[in-house]
């Protein structure tokens, strides 16, 4: 049912960034994930990603592998790792109530509707979204007799070969593929109760995901991100890349006063925002979370706050993780770029609480 899980009680997680590969393994102690290490290797002086992978670029990321897995040294030979949200699919569907067998057998035929890619190409995840109805009221308890809402979630197998050529030159392989927004929604939301809607800002793409209680119900991506954030202020105040990126790590607040600039990358997700908010209608929203390398500029949470009227607040991924602040180096302050790493590494802890 999922698309693909460890047994050893550590946990690694692998997330393939448009900058640097990251890397977390947390260890299973009473239930509760503590973290053991963390590394990253960055990947920025390699080349731009090319609009398909090629053979020579999946070679060099290849070999920035091995020098990560050099430095880290994980005690496990299991990975998960993520898959670009914009790869996958995430739809929730109306099926006929039957049990959980029945319904395997089901999708097989039925979730040709939803997706729109030959099942030979892709692999399809599901999940019962409304197992529980405890706590529904009367009119959705005698919805729920008739049909349940299950979320499907599909990637290209050809994802899964391309990931498994990265890591042959390495003693750890694959053992499962996740969704990065799915990762992200672990890491930062967990099971909290109520709607959230993150806003995973990347290098050069930005997530935007709604996850009630806990289940990721939308998925949006955008090829915006941090490196058009940095060459607004290279236009803006006309200086080099290099300035631009110290300026924006600074703690310069470019959203108001004598250093403030236009940021129309931000417009156009701020207006992919507001088109997921449109859907949601009267479905309140317990706040915006921001999360990723890209959304520690001063100001951003001010200013989604205005054009959104959410409470807009940072995702803390180390939340869900116990550590040493004395002895884990630069995590606190590295922990938004890792979200997507510790949220594919939490993936089998809390699976088998």
Request: glycine fraction near 8%.
């Amino acid at each position: 049912m999922s698309f693909f899980s460890s047994n050893s009680g550590y946990s690694l997680g692998v997330d393939f960034g448009t900058q640097s590969i990251k890397a977390v393994e947390l260890k299973s102690v009473k239930g509760k994930a503590h973290l053991v290490n963390y590394a990253w290797v960055n990947v920025t002086n390699i080349k731009e990603i090319p609009d398909e992978y090629d053979n020579d670029y999946a070679k060099l990321l290849s070999s920035a592998l091995v020098e990560l897995f050099r430095q880290m040294k994980p005690h496990t030979k299991d990975a998960t790792v993520a898959i670009p949200s914009f790869n996958g699919l995430v739809v929730i569907a109306d099926f006929p109530r039957m049990s959980e067998k029945e319904l395997a057998n089901a999708i097989k035929f039925e979730s040709r509707k939803y997706i729109p890619a030959s099942l030979d190409d892709v692999n399809v995840s599901w999940e019962i979204l409304d197992k529980d109805t405890k706590k529904n009221n009367k009119a959705e308890k005698k919805q729920q007799k008739n049909t349940m809402k299950v979320l499907l979630v599909a990637a290209p197998k050809s994802e899964v070969q391309y990931y498994d050529g990265l890591f042959k030159d390495v003693d750890v392989r694959v053992k499962s593929l996740e969704l990065e927004s799915f990762a992200v929604a672990r890491s930062v939301v967990g099971n909290a109760d109520g709607r959230f809607l993150l806003v995973d800002f990347g290098a050069k793409t930005t997530n935007i995901v709604l996850v009630n209680k806990g289940i990721v119900h939308v998925n949006r991506s955008v090829d915006i991100g941090g490196a058009n954030i940095t060459n607004a202020i290279m236009k803006g105040m006309n200086i080099t890349r290099e300035k631009a990126v110290s300026l924006k790590e600074s703690g310069e607040n470019f959203f108001t006063g004598a250093a403030k600039i236009g940021f129309p990358s931000l417009n156009a997700i701020a207006n992919e925002i507001k088109r997921v908010l449109a859907i949601q209608k009267s479905d309140k929203i317990e706040a915006l979370v921001l999360c990723g390398g890209g959304s520690k500029l001063t100001g951003l949470a001010e200013y989604f706050g205005q054009i959104t009227g959410l409470n807009v607040i940072m995702g803390n991924p180390l939340s869900h993780v116990v550590y040493d602040g004395q002895k884990s180096g630069r995590i606190e302050e590295l922990g938004s770029a890792f979200a997507v790493a510790i949220g594919l590494a939490l993936r089998d802890i809390q699976e088998k609480k």
